[in-house]
């Protein structure tokens, strides 16, 4: 397998020392629109089975031209999703298999935003899944943590745990702290403001509506000596996937903010500076979320500056094999001392990039098959949670 890893920020470099300790790939091309990024990412590594190019994800046929140059296989996309339809039509008309950690864009219901859905996360892809079947090609979407793992646990508790399924909830929380920010998102602020201000979804008794932002607020246990945290409603591709499936009469996704990030949400959208529309600045074209964005850290840069962990899973509830009620949460934490002192990455970022390389491959290997636009859940889960556990980073379970 060739690949072409779009994108060398905090996922995309993660990836890298990641994939390096496994032999399931003949060669990485780095890609990113600063070269000098890529070439970083890729020294790093000291292996050469990884290059460097420079590359502009904007540019389908750019993109196209690379992965046909460079004989690539497989286009993984490691940018924002803002990025996801250049690269997904680029991958398509070169006939590459494509994987992403984030679907495209939703768009807000016209008129009545915080009741129904307009646009939702991944419709413009699924909208072209026969091309996709009718060229062979294989289109993995939400294949990170969040979505990705957390999708795999719904089809694992489906498949293995629950004869019905009353409640699938996605619960996001972690201790994390930075120290010397009053302001540091260990994420990237771009996708952030995306989820959480924009209306979040829910599936129940088989049909999505929307909500507020940061409704139905609930505290969460978070295992491993993380403890209760508050989780609000955001929008995420979770909730379009698992229904797809999996049968639940309720899908949720629920995040671990904290009153200070959602006051400092609530406040750029009040500013206006939430918005990805270009204004124009002394001259300047120049949108103010990436204003926002350029003024915080890197979020890769901060994990010598991190302590604590960082939990991503999805609780279950409904009828167990058994016939009785049962509850249960599955998960998987990363402790930032250990991703730090194991392969130099800060929790959030590598917790990220480790799910989409074993499903790289489990694709590879011919365990994971399939053509058409697909997510997670249409695969068989045991082989991937087997193969996570052997990359050094298992997964638990909870009865709640």
């Known amino acids: 397998m060739r690949i072409l890893l779009v994108g060398a920020g905090g996922v995309g470099s993660a990836v890298v020392p990641i ?59 490691a940018v924002d999703p803002r990025f996801d339809m250049p690269l997904f039509r680029a991958a398509l008309n070169a006939g590459a298999h494509y994987l992403d950690m ?12 915080y009741e129904l859905p307009g646009v939702k996360l991944g419709d413009e892809q699924f909208a072209l899944a026969d091309q996709w079947r009718a060229k062979d090609r294989l289109a993995l979407v939400g294949m990170g943590v969040e979505p990705g793992l957390a999708d795999v646990f719904a089809r694992y508790a489906a498949d293995h745990l629950f004869q019905s399924i009353d409640e699938i909830g996605i619960r996001d929380g972690g201790n994390l702290t930075v120290d010397g920010y009053d302001f540091a998102p260990t994420f990237s602020i771009w996708t952030t403001i995306e989820e959480c201000l924009n209306p ?15 409704s139905e607020p609930e505290v969460f246990d978070f295992p491993d000596g993380i403890g209760p945290v508050e989780c609000v409603n955001v929008e995420h591709e979770e909730v379009l996937l698992v229904p797809r499936w999996v049968d639940a009469k309720r899908v949720t996704f629920k995040y671990g903010l904290g009153n200070e990030f959602i006051e400092v949400l609530k406040t750029l959208r009040k500013l206006g500076l939430d918005s990805a529309d270009t204004l124009t600045v002394k001259g300047v074209q120049v949108s103010p979320r990436d204003v926002v964005a350029a003024s915080l850290p890197d979020p890769s840069t901060l994990g010598s500056r991190m302590t604590g962990k960082t939990c991503a899973g999805t609780w279950v509830k409904g009828v167990g094999k058994d016939g009785a009620p049962r509850e249960v949460y599955l998960y998987h934490v990363v402790d930032n001392a250990w991703s730090m002192r194991e392969y130099g990455c800060q929790a959030v970022v590598w917790q990220t990039a480790v799910h989409p390389v074993v499903a790289l491959e489990l694709v590879a290997t011919g365990v994971w098959r399939g053509t058409g636009v697909l997510g997670p859940e249409a695969f068989d889960s045991v082989p991937f949670l087997e193969l996570l556990t052997a990359y050094g980073s298992p997964w638990s379970m909870r009865d709640q």
């Open 19 to 77: 994939a390096a300790r496994r032999d399931f790939f003949e060669h990485i091309v780095v890609a990113d629109y600063e070269k000098d990024r890529a070439a970083a990412v890729v020294d790093r590594a000291g292996d050469p089975r990884f290059s460097a190019i420079a590359l502009d994800a904007s540019d389908a046929d750019a993109v196209a031209a690379a992965l046909r140059d460079h004989r690539c296989d497989v286009l993984f996309n």
């Open 102 to 113: 984030a679907m495209s864009l939703s768009v807000k219901h016209p008129a009545r935003p």
């Open 200 to 214: 979040p979804i829910v599936w129940e008794d088989g049909d999505w509506h929307t909500t507020e932002p940061f």
